[in-house]
């Protein structure tokens, strides 16, 4: 059984970057059959809100990456407590008093000798006295988790054999000096608890991972498999701007990205298989593969992924987008007509509304000085309503045999003329939901 699971940490709002990870997690479960956990990683009293978490729920909820069990880390202390007891039992777990000054300095001097910044363990040291006097000068210490100073190997499903080097890296701290545990340790008892077999995340995750391999193993349990996604870039391969990097699921919701098509890029992004629009998720699914993933850093583009957007507005049927139209103001039964002509033509589904009134109000029509004499004549051969899908084609057809117009100089100005717009949908399918055209005299 597969169980993957999505861990953002509520101290901001969803982002495409970790958007990703969400995406991949998700379409993993769902292509094993598997169980997808969203848990929310809220150690943090002082960066964790509810606000956030609140409205990460909403935005997997616009995307319809649904979940099948929802956990708080905040609700489990007692299990990380119980672990960390387990791990000091077993001596794997230390003490250490060094204020975040001495530790840097420690730092400097290693960097200046030309030697890693690696924690050097002077704790271990300490006698039991040492550690009372220290304790009454300085309050409790921090905990540290003793690594096995040895190379750790696992298989990524993503970057393929991985090897850190544990001797190179600081005994990571576990529990903070003011007492506060630490995701480090939570995220492993919680993923061992919960059955994670696969945990999906941003590569800079990758040396973490070394070090809780280790803690897994500590606790009695077997790690679950890793895959690191690469890291997204700019378009130019540089780090994600500011403004892309922070780009929240909101403003892109905001700037009209169909959930769909959100889904379907981050699904494609960095993999094997081009990005390719999709209107369901089974196909999406039924081709995902985690393998397809490279390690090279990822270039995302947020104009690309409005016009895989737009392909995917025009691409859906109406059951798609019947609710939302309902909600923006159309009957019922006014939408499948309405968006078997409108829809084709929109790059946003917020467009609609201005088509939609356009249809009901009337266009005041453009007409060019030198169209003013041709569109006042066609305008006294527009057929009788009701109108259908032939009308304009009977219209036109009869409007070029009497004035010997053709091609963009007899469609263009009529367009015009109807719509007062230069472009937008097929005519034929708009011109019968026209229910006012002013130059056939219904103003
Ligand atoms: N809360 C962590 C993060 O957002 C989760 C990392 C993980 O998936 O283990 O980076």
């Known amino acids: 059984m597969t169980v993957t699971r999505f861990a953002p940490s509520p101290t901001g709002y969803l982002h495409v970057g970790n958007l990703r990870t969400a995406v991949l997690n998700w379409l993993l479960a769902r292509k094993l059959d598997g169980t997808f956990i969203l848990r929310i990683d809220d150690t943090d009293p002082e960066r964790s809100r509810q606000e956030y978490a609140d409205q990460i729920r909403r935005d997997l909820e616009w995307l319809g990456l649904t979940w099948d069990r929802e956990e708080r880390q905040s609700d489990r202390f007692d299990r990380y407590h119980a672990a960390a007891d387990e791990l000091r039992a077993d001596g794997r777990l230390y003490e250490a008093f060094e204020t975040p000054l001495e530790l840097d300095l420690k730092r400097k001097k290693q960097l200046n000798a ?196 737009a392909k995917t507005l025009r691409a859906l049927p109406t059951a798609a987008v019947q609710d939302r139209l309902i909600g923006l103001g159309m009957p019922v039964d006014s939408v499948p007509e309405f968006w078997a002509a409108v829809g084709p033509n929109l790059d946003r589904l917020t467009d609609a509304v201005s088509w939609w009134s356009l249809c009901q109000e009337g266009a005041n029509p453009i007409v060019a000085d030198e169209d003013g004499d041709f569109v006042a004549q066609a305008a006294l051969m527009i057929p009788p309503r009701p109108w259908d899908k032939n009308t304009w084609i009977a219209w036109t057809a009869a409007v070029k045999d009497a004035t010997g117009r053709k091609g ?31 130059i056939a005299g219904e103003a």
Do not use: C
């Open 114 to 309: 030309g030697r890693p910044p690696v924690y050097d363990r002077a704790a271990l040291e300490l006698s039991a006295a040492q550690k009372t006097a220290l304790r009454a000068e300085r309050g409790d210490g921090a905990w540290r988790f003793l690594l096995d100073r040895e190379a750790v190997h696992f298989d990524d499903l993503i970057r393929g054999p991985q090897r850190i080097d544990a001797a190179s890296l600081s005994d990571p701290v576990l529990i903070r000096a003011d007492g506060q545990l630490l995701y480090t340790l939570a995220s492993v008892v919680d993923d061992a608890e919960m059955g994670v077999t696969h945990v999906v995340r941003g590569a800079d995750h990758v040396t973490n991972s070394g070090a809780q391999v280790q803690i897994f193993r500590a606790l009695g349990s077997e790690p679950p498999m890793f895959a690191h996604n690469s890291l997204l870039t700019d378009v130019d391969g540089g780090a994600l701007s500011k403004r892309l990097g922070t780009l929240a699921l909101n403003d892109l919701r905001e700037i009209g990205i169909e959930p769909e098509a959100m889904v379907a890029y981050m699904a494609r992004l960095g993999a094997s298989l081009p990005v390719e629009v999709f209107t369901e998720r089974g196909p999406l699914i039924e081709s995902f593969d985690i393998e397809h993933f490279g390690m090279s850093p990822t270039k995302f583009d947020v104009e690309d992924l409005a016009l895989h957007s």
């Open 408 to 438: 963009r100089g007899l469609f263009q100005p009529l367009r015009r003329a109807l719509t007062g717009m230069d472009r937008g949908p097929d005519m034929a399918l708009l011109m019968p939901l026209l229910k006012r055209v002013r």
